[in-house]
């Protein structure tokens, strides 16, 4: 079975941390670059961030600069999104999807997990 599994959304005060992890399973991911991807309510899907396949990072969401960071851990199969200095505006679900080539269009990435919610709020 292919599928990718987001985990470690919460609910966090601001300034907290969290940690999300997209987990593969049924193919290897490190043959793929995997994208971050959030929406909150009423609003567009952003890309947050993403790593190739080479590890390269390609982007980071300008409001998200110096709070996060994507990384890959090849013998977990998974991609984390590390967030730091969370803030209310960072609260949407968060999705992580997997396709040939990084892309800040969330359409362009054919294999999507189902998300994870993270609400930052007081």
């Known amino acids: 079975q292919v599928q990718l599994v987001e985990s470690g959304g919460n609910l966090v005060q601001p300034g907290g941390s969290l940690r999300l992890s997209c987990a593969a399973s049924?193919?290897?991911?490190?043959?793929?670059?995997v994208g971050w991807f959030r929406q909150a309510p009423g609003q567009e899907r952003e890309g947050v961030s993403c790593?190739?396949?080479?590890?390269?990072?390609?982007y980071y969401a300008d409001s998200t600069k110096g709070r996060f960071t994507i990384s890959r851990d090849s013998a977990k199969n998974t991609v984390y999104l590390q967030m730091n200095s969370l803030k209310p505006e960072d609260t949407a679900v968060y999705h992580c999807?997997?396709?040939?080539?990084?892309?800040?269009?969330?359409?362009?990435?054919?294999?999507w997990g189902q998300g994870t919610q993270v609400t930052v709020s007081s």
């Open positions: 999807a997997a396709d040939e080539m990084c892309s800040d269009y969330a359409p362009s990435f054919g294999f």
């Open positions: 049924g193919f290897t991911l490190d043959y793929y670059a």
């Open positions: 790593i190739s396949s080479n590890d390269a990072v390609a």
